[in-house]
């Protein structure tokens, strides 16, 4: 698993000692805690589920002697966020924020609460989140940012419309984070990933799409990024997708394919 060892050995130094995985319960979420967990990284793990974030935590300190916090919290909600993490004292200098919300449907007939929580979890909490812990990282001079999107935000893709519109707006953000925490020492990475397998994926699709990477992998390719940036695509079929997709297609075809890819995706 381990490709870059430098990168590697110096991670926690660069980073800083704890990391806040948010949306971390299962799927990519509990890779990219697992991934930070064998760097040697403590851990603040938010989700929803408090059992799956405990069964989590038991493991990743009995198998990687870590310290391991962990939050029964609903991102939707930012205030309830922040005050759990102000409770704490640490020093976050990793922030991964993983966790979606994906209203699946044609935009006529997803509700209104449905669009509001998905500004919420996808876009007001992760702006609020990272305002609030790139502060302490800006004194530190040190810290980074994992920011989850997906080739969904590369053109408007049917039936995900406001999912797809949010992943493009975590990209955009990403990619101007990037360059504004630099000077600070703190590196950004939006990763724009293709098909991963998680519950949440395989809940709404049925079989895999060419190109789809295990979680694992995807964990591995987006920290590995980090100091890269701004936006990594991990998997060779997925970068050749975005670039054909992103680039060269013209944009009625690009949402053409995607429609074409979102037909078959139900809650
Ligand atoms: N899977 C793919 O094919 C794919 C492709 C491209 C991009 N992505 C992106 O990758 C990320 C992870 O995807 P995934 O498939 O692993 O998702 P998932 O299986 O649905 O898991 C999402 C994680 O976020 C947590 N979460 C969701 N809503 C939450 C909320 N309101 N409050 C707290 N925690 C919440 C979930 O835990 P609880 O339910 O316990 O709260 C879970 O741990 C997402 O940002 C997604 O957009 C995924």
Redesign the pocket.
């Known amino acids: 698993m381990i490709k870059n060892r430098s990168f590697y050995s110096d991670f926690k130094q660069k980073y800083g000692p704890w990391a806040v995985v948010?949306?971390?319960?299962?799927?990519?979420?509990?890779?990219f805690a697992e991934e930070l967990a064998r760097l040697g990284v403590n851990l603040v793990l938010?989700?929803?589920?408090w059992n799956?974030?405990n069964t989590l935590a038991d493991t990743l300190k009995q198998k990687y002697s870590i310290d391991v916090l962990f939050q029964?919290?609903?991102?939707?909600?930012f205030d309830a966020t922040q005050q759990y993490l102000n409770s704490l004292d640490v020093e976050i200098g990793l922030l991964v924020?993983?966790?979606?919300?994906?209203p699946i449907d044609y935009f006529k007939d997803v509700a209104d609460h449905e669009l509001d929580?998905l500004v919420?979890?996808?876009m007001r909490?992760p702006l609020r989140l990272i305002k609030h812990l790139s502060a302490k990282m800006i004194s530190n001079k040190r810290g980074g940012i994992v920011i989850?999107?997906?080739?969904?935000g590369l053109q408007g893709s049917p039936k995900i419309v406001s999912?797809s519109a949010s992943?493009a707006f975590?990209m955009i953000l990403a990619e101007g984070l990037w360059s504004e925490l630099k000077p600070y020492g703190i590196d950004v990475v939006g990763?724009?990933?293709?098909?991963?397998?998680?519950?949440?994926?395989?809940?709404?699709?049925s079989g895999s799409?060419p190109g789809?990477l295990r979680?694992d992998q995807?964990a591995h390719q987006a920290l590995l990024a980090l100091g890269n940036g701004p936006i990594v695509t991990p998997g060779l079929m997925n970068k050749i997708a975005r670039f054909v997709m992103g680039t060269l297609l013209p944009k009625k075809w690009a949402i053409s394919i995607m429609k074409n890819n979102t037909k078959n995706l139900s809650r």
């Open positions: 948010a949306g971390a319960s299962e799927g990519l979420g509990a890779a938010l989700a929803r589920r799956k974030l029964s919290v609903d991102l939707a909600d924020y993983n966790a979606a919300y994906a929580t919420s979890v996808n909490t989850m999107s997906s080739m969904s999912y992943k975590l990763c724009c990933a293709g098909a991963i397998i998680t519950p949440g994926y395989q809940n709404a699709q799409a789809t979680a995807v």
